[in-house]
């Protein structure tokens, strides 16, 4: 059986003056994985990040790595991650984007798969 450390992690910076559409902080959301073969990793599954609803296109679908977002915003926001596994199971991430945060926040899960069957 195959285990894979996920990372699911975001960090935001505060820009040096507001932007004219109001945004103050550029924010960032990336996941990462220890896997040796990415590749193989992601014939397994596919990841989808979902934002908050005011960003055009909350939805963000990833079939390979790197999976990385980045953006300005004005506003802490929460977001989701789903790993969308081929047996039809989800593992979902949920977390916040806090743009007065200056470290990384980061979420660790494991993913198990052999085969075509999956453990979450």
């Not at 990793?41 to 079939?63: G, N, Q, T, Y």
Request: glycine letters at 4%; charged letters at 30%; proline letters at 3%.
């Amino acid at each position: 059986m195959e285990r894979m450390n996920c990372n699911v992690m975001c960090k935001a910076a505060k820009l040096k003056s507001a932007a004219k559409t109001g945004e103050t902080h550029r924010w960032q959301l990336w996941v990462e994985n220890a896997a040796c073969n990415k590749k193989k990793v992601m014939d397994e599954f596919h990841v989808e990040i979902m934002l908050d609803e005011s960003f055009a296109e909350p939805k963000r679908v990833f079939k390979r790595f790197p999976v990385m977002v980045m953006g300005r915003a004005f506003k802490d926001f929460p977001f989701h991650v789903d790993f969308m596994l081929k047996n039809g199971t989800i593992k979902r991430v949920t977390m916040d984007v806090q743009l007065n945060e200056t470290e990384v926040k980061m979420r660790t899960f494991y993913l198990k798969y052999p085969g075509n069957s999956y453990e979450v």
